[in-house]
DNA sequence: GCATTTCACGTACATGTGTACGTTCATGAT
DNA sequence: ATCATGAACGTACACATGTACGTGAAATGC
């Protein structure tokens, strides 16, 4: 559980390309980038350098290309984000974020029958 | 609407001070601060004057001291600060954090009760 | 086989951030 | 009147971050 440090937002998006199709070049992480976010190919080398710096990426040369891998999982990353976040504006308590959420951004009639079963599901576990 | 710089990590503890009791003086928003939270009461001073330039809050001096009040609300920021989070982890789509939250970090019996009633709220609204 | 494209890699550079020190001045205590 | 306290304010400084350029070498197009 070796504790790396955080993943900055520019790195993020370049970290969770990487997840999506590591092992991955840089050209390829590059590309898989949303076309709403456009970053130089030098950019993305950089990021990507800076997450294996981190420790949340490897590379390993291939003949002549460099090919990153992931590190760490994308699900590792978020919670500590996540609780991060939570910490940092919510004393560290989860509701009030959950609250926001549902009413302050809201969410549709797919999201609300999942919420529902989310529920029902805790609900059973609790009374066991 | 102007949209101002954003507030980083060590500006917002201080924020969260200030806004629990704003108007105040450094000193008190320095006292404010959890005690989990220890830091030089001048950089209190400098995370304040940073949020001011940054047009988070204001100042006036009163006699010999400065007298700082939020110009943002708590609100906003935390909508404008989760609204950046869900964007960037997650495409902008709000359920995959609402599972994390109640999944990954749990929430206990009585968030569980203000869920079904939040729920239910909202299943009403839908109806209508 | 020469020009063009494409990488890796080193380097850069402005701005942001965390954290605080030093100087100066006013104020209240002695 | 003198001195310790406490503020404001300017300044500092290392490290992080966003963003990219330049150089040199390899591969590919013609």
Chains 1, 2 share one sequence.
Not at 68 to 93: C, H, M, W
Not at 113 to 127: F, H, V
Request: hydrophobic content about 40%.
């Amino acid at each position: 559980m070796v504790d790396r440090p955080a993943i900055s937002k520019g790195e993020m998006e370049v970290a969770r390309a990487l997840w999506q199709i590591a092992p991955a070049t840089v050209r390829e992480v590059f590309e898989a980038l949303p076309a709403s976010r456009a970053m130089d190919f030098t950019t993305v080398q950089t990021y990507l350098r800076r997450l294996e710096t981190k420790g949340h990426a490897t590379s390993k040369l291939k003949g002549r290309v460099r090919v990153y891998s992931a590190r760490t999982k994308e699900r590792t990353v978020i919670r500590d984000t996540v609780n991060d976040l939570v910490q940092r504006l919510f004393d560290g308590d989860t509701m009030p974020l959950v609250r926001h959420l549902i009413e302050d951004r809201g969410i549709d009639e797919t999201g609300l029958a999942e919420l529902r079963d989310l529920i029902e599901r805790l609900d059973q576990e609790g009374k066991k």
